[in-house]
Structures are given as structure tokens and as C-alpha cells.
């Protein structure tokens, strides 16, 4: 099964973050969600910008989203090379955004081993 | 680039009407929250807030009603928030807000 990849490269920058909720989108409706679904995945990246936004870097000046698109589901996952960036919803303050991920995506790897911030998956005809 | 948010607010008497239109996200959330706590600091009234236009919000936003919610509740005020869109209702019920809120269709 062939995975086809897109890449997004921003800012640290609150004004930008609308760039990725517009990015996913259209990658979300190219995989064949439908329009409510593509709101809840929109809704879940979006929170994990946020967070990384606010919390910031001096090491980096980007961030990046990968999205992994295959036939029947959307992987995305989030880098950055500040590896200090790494367990960002750990706090009491980010409770509101973990059970909105939690409860709008398939899956969600918080503070992972791996070499990314966080990845989440939603699967066509998987709705929560 | 950033969404636009746009707040309308109508003095009703005995409650402050506000209208947003638009979207609450990370850039435009501090806009919501300077709105809403300076009507709470100016008026001793309960607060409406009226969603028919507003088309997305994120737990910034969230965050930013249930932060005027205590502050109206310390003067001995509520919030009421009313015609919220499904995609909006969806957030309250995932985070249990809709509990905390007077919701209103």
C-alpha cells in the first residue's frame, strides 16, 4: 500500500497555525472524510499547534507537520529539532486539548520514544 | 492569514448581549478574553454570549469561557452561552463543559 507524504514546515507563530488547520484540510477531504470528520481532525491539529506554539523554542525557528496519507487513513505527526520539545500536554494546563485530541482522533502518541513530538491517526470510517 | 474574529456587544438591561462572528483560535483569543473580562469588570450583569457566527474555536478559546465564567460568578453573575453550531456543541460535550454552561439553543 503506498503512503504519499506532505510535508509542513512554520513558524513559532500563532498567526500561522490557521495555515496548518487550512493544510490539513484539504489533505483530509483529498483521503475522503467527510466534512465532519475533516472538522475533527482540523480541530485536533490544530490543538497540538497551539501547544507547541505556546510553548516555543530557542533552538529551532520551525516546526514541522508530516502528514502520511495512504487510501483509507491520515498519520500525522509532528517534529521539531529542539528535541526539548518533547512532552508537551504533561501539564494541568493543557487538559482541555489532551481529551479533545483524545476524543476526536483514532489514535494519539503523547510523549513518545520516537523521534517526533506527538503522532495521531484517524482512519476512514472509524468515527468516534 | 489568521481567521477573523468580530465581536458585537448589546446592552439588553438586566444582561450584556455578545455576538461573536468569526473564529477563536490562538491569534485571535486574546481579543475574546480582553472583551469579555472587561464587560465583566464593568458591568454587574449576567453575560450572553451569543455563537450563531461562530464558526471555530479551539481550548484557547475554551479556556477563555471558563475563565470569564469565575470571574462573572465571583460578582454573582452567570454566563449563558447560546446558539452554539454542532461542530462547537461537539467541544463542549468532549470537555464537559456543557455542564459548567448555561447552554441555550
Known amino acids: 500500500m503506498s503512503v504519499d507524504i506532505i510535508e509542513l514546515l512554520l513558524p513559532f507563530k500563532a498567526e500561522y497555525v490557521s495555515i496548518a488547520r487550512l493544510t490539513v484540510s484539504g489533505i483530509a477531504s483529498r483521503v475522503g472524510f467527510d466534512i465532519d470528520t475533516v472538522e475533527d481532525i482540523k480541530v485536533a491539529v490544530a490543538e497540538v499547534c497551539n501547544r507547541i506554539v505556546n510553548i516555543g523554542s530557542k533552538l529551532s525557528q520551525h516546526y514541522k507537520i508530516n502528514f502520511a496519507i495512504s487510501e483509507r487513513s491520515l498519520k500525522v505527526l509532528f517534529t521539531c529539532e529542539d528535541k526539548s520539545i518533547k512532552c508537551i500536554f504533561n501539564n494541568e494546563d493543557a487538559e482541555l486539548a489532551v481529551s479533545i485530541i483524545r476524543a476526536l482522533m483514532d489514535d494519539v502518541e503523547f510523549c513518545t520514544d520516537g523521534n517526533y513530538i506527538l503522532s495521531m491517526t484517524k482512519s476512514v470510517g472509524e468515527n468516534k | ?105
Do not use: H, W
Open chain 2, 1 to 105: 492569514m489568521s481567521g477573523e474574529l468580530n465581536i458585537k456587544e448589546e446592552n439588553l438591561g438586566n444582561s450584556i448581549e455578545v455576538y461573536l462572528d468569526g473564529e477563536v483560535d490562538i491569534y485571535t483569543s486574546q481579543k475574546l478574553k480582553d472583551k469579555l473580562y472587561g464587560i465583566i469588570d464593568e458591568n454587574q450583569s449576567d453575560l450572553k454570549i451569543n455563537c450563531r457566527d461562530l464558526s471555530y474555536i479551539d481550548s484557547t478559546g475554551l479556556g477563555i469561557f471558563v475563565g470569564a465564567l469565575k470571574k462573572a460568578k465571583q460578582n454573582g453573575k452567570n454566563i449563558y452561552i447560546s446558539e452554539l453550531k454542532e461542530n462547537i456543541k461537539k467541544l463542549f460535550m468532549i470537555t464537559g463543559l456543557d455542564k459548567l454552561f448555561i447552554i441555550e439553543e
